[in-house]
């Protein structure tokens, strides 16, 4: 079975020009069949893509073209399956949404952790550890003793930090982590700019440790959940064992598919109550149209990306 390379890349860098990047992008995808997204903004580039190794690399090559993307890093994996149906270019106001005026990692931002590092920083008593995650992201998996802020999307941090700043404060240090390094590393400019002095985050984030770091050796419990249709990866980046609600998108266990309120493609036990029966008839008729697309060998395009609900993350959020 051929395997599909996914790339996940981000870069805070000025790119006031971010909107002509768009036209030469969506072309090299087109002809190298790249699927996945990404997001522009004049803050720099974060996305998500996948398709066959030598599309995936001719895309990488186009963006360092850029002098700006130079030295432009992302992180490899492989899936079994195509984990996007479709190429998407998006232009945001922020590549990650914090919302917070003047926050410019760019210029201003935490240390570096290598993974190789990062076990003993956390295993010191007087460093406050952070998933600057969200919450059904942390309940699938998270470092042990990490603080889960219980955010429902990373707008939400700044208001955490705000409340909890003066137990963080207690730690000589800060350290925090995310999915791929572009949320934490955004956070440690937020702390810096709220006055504290020693905050890390963690390089290339949770998915570049589980590569790095032997299963012997690790601090991370469980799974991470990645913004694709794998749901879930583990150690050496291997596709995990979770599933999706199609229609709020937390990642499901095998008994948790077994609740009476479990609909393939349409609500799970955490949405089910939330959802309309217009809306349940739509998921119920889309996840139809998917099935039978998928008996004829074909790629449903309305399947590509579940429904967003209010207060849940963008599907690019890391």
């Not at 899936?79 to 201003?108: L, W, Y």
């Not at 925090?176 to 709220?194: D, N, P, V």
């Not at 499901?252 to 029966?277: M, S, W």
Request: aromatic letters at 8%; hydrophobic letters at 35%; a negative charge.
């Amino acid at each position: 079975m051929a395997e599909y390379l996914v790339a996940a890349l981000y870069k805070f860098v000025r790119l006031p020009d971010f909107y002509t990047l768009k036209p030469k992008i969506l072309a090299c995808c087109a002809e190298a069949q790249v699927n996945g997204t990404l997001i522009l903004a004049e803050e720099g580039i974060n996305g998500t893509v996948s398709g066959p190794p030598a599309g995936v690399h001719a895309l990488l090559a186009l963006l360092r073209e850029d002098p700006r993307l130079a030295d432009l890093v992302h992180k490899e994996s492989t899936a079994s399956e195509a984990p996007f149906n479709r190429m998407k270019v998006h232009f945001k106001k922020e590549i990650v949404t914090m919302g917070v005026p003047g926050i410019d990692p760019s210029q201003r931002a935490g240390t570096y952790v290598k993974p190789k590092d990062w076990n003993a920083l956390i295993s010191d008593p007087d460093v406050a550890v952070v998933d600057t995650r969200n919450l059904y992201e942390v309940a699938i998996g998270t470092f042990a003793g990490a603080t889960d802020p219980q955010t429902t999307n990373f707008r939400e941090f700044p208001a955490w930090v705000q409340n909890e700043k003066e137990a963080l404060q207690e730690k000589t240090r800060v350290a925090m982590f995310c999915t791929g390094g572009i949320r934490c590393e955004k956070a440690t400019s937020l702390l810096l700019q709220e006055g504290f002095e020693e905050v890390y985050h963690l390089e290339g984030g949770i998915l570049k440790y589980l590569e790095e770091i032997p299963e012997e050796d690790t601090l991370w419990e469980g799974q991470c959940f990645v913004f694709d249709q794998r749901v879930s990866v583990g150690h050496r980046l291997a596709e995990g064992d979770y599933d999706m609600c199609h229609g709020c998108r937390h990642p499901l266990t095998e008994e948790e598919k077994l609740r009476p309120e479990y609909l393939p493609g349409v609500a799970c036990h955490r949405c089910d109550a939330q959802t309309t029966d217009e809306q349940k008839a739509r998921f119920a008729e889309r996840h139809k149209q998917m099935e039978l697309a998928a008996n004829r060998g074909e790629i449903h395009l309305g399947g590509s990306r579940p429904p967003i609900h209010k207060n849940q993350t963008p599907i690019l959020d890391d």
